[in-house]
């Protein structure tokens, strides 16, 4: 026999997907588009197939004084330039971040507008094959085209499409188009640890950090995410970011308001920042720093809670005053 379904629970509407320009979605490019996108760069990536780090640094001052919107690193620390604009593309944000790009010595720049110009795009292509001959030097470009989408009088969200892509990548975002239809599953994402001792240490951290309240998590497909209530746009900053190969992912940035404005002063003490450099094996001064592979063994599971919950109690005091 079929499996028993109550029919009065079965939707009896469909909803309207609706499109628009970015302007009607999010008032200020500036002021409010550029600030929630520096927050959900893992979906930008995600679209692209880079695995970009769902928070960059924004309005980065350049060394003629203009500024960049958006600056991240990917899971293996590159540097990612990303110039974003409403409207039709212009000269200005494509000069200005390849500018950053080449003196940053960057992987990638990305601009993501409305529209891109048929003359950008062949600029765009020539830089992508002179990258393809020169991997070391070469920086790879995306144009992006945005819009805005949502059903209904949902709140809305950004559509990106890859109008330009590096040949090299194309596999990749083909990939990582499939990825964003499926569903993460806890069962896949662990399943991708090639040890057991490295899984056993992480779901050992997980488990422990999903008994708090203000707790919370992000899970993606090659990464598990930890974060916590703070003030932010959406609620809630990453913590730390956990990697199958045992690698751990900290966003000093987003401690230090680069995509919020509101700098967690606990976390941006000479102390702290030298105790966190011990604990994780850091140089010193990465906005986006990630420990070796096969760093979290089981032995390293308590004293990661400890900075954890320290870094979740800092949001959480910094809550209150906000909230206050």
Not at 111 to 138: C, K, M, P, Q, S
Request: hydrophobic letters at 40%; glycine letters at 8%; aromatic letters at 10%.
């Amino acid at each position: 026999m079929g499996e028993f379904t109550d029919k009065s629970l079965l939707p009896h509407t469909m909803g309207w997907l609706h499109f628009d320009r970015l302007s009607v979605a999010w008032k200020g490019e500036a002021t409010d588009f550029t600030p929630l996108l520096s927050e959900r760069l893992d979906q930008l990536g995600e679209s692209l197939g880079v695995d970009l780090a769902s928070i960059g640094q924004t309005e980065v001052t350049t060394a003629g004084g203009r500024r960049i919107d958006i600056v991240a690193g990917d899971s293996e620390g590159a540097v990612f330039v990303i110039e974003n604009q409403y409207g039709k593309a212009d000269h200005d944000h494509l000069t200005r971040g390849l500018a950053y790009a080449v003196a940053a010595h960057a992987k990638g720049l990305i601009v993501v507008a409305e529209e891109h110009r048929d003359e950008f795009r062949a600029v765009a292509e020539y830089l992508n094959d002179l990258a393809d001959n020169d991997t070391e030097r070469g920086i790879s470009v995306w144009l992006v085209e945005a819009r805005a989408v949502r059903v209904d009088e949902s709140p809305w969200a950004p559509l990106f499409t890859s109008v330009v892509s590096p040949n090299r990548f194309v596999a990749n975002v083909e990939t990582a188009m499939k990825a964003t239809t499926t569903p993460v599953s806890f069962e896949s994402f662990w399943e991708q640890y090639s040890s057991s001792t490295l899984r056993k240490a992480a779901t050992a951290v997980f488990d422990r950090w999903i008994e708090e309240e203000n707790h919370d998590y992000r899970l993606r497909p090659n990464r598990l995410q930890l974060r916590a209530l703070a003030p932010s746009v959406n609620g809630s900053r990453s913590v730390v970011s956990l990697f199958p190969d045992g690698r751990v992912q900290v966003p000093f940035g987003a401690y230090d308001g680069d995509n919020s404005g509101i700098p967690i002063l606990e976390l941006g003490t000479t102390e702290f920042r030298a105790r966190a450099n011990e604990l994780f094996g850091f140089r010193g001064g990465e906005r986006i720093p990630s420990t070796v592979a096969g760093w979290l063994t089981q032995e390293r599971v308590e004293p990661l809670l400890v900075y954890c919950i320290e870094v979740a109690s800092a949001y959480a005091d910094a809550l209150a005053i906000a909230d206050a």
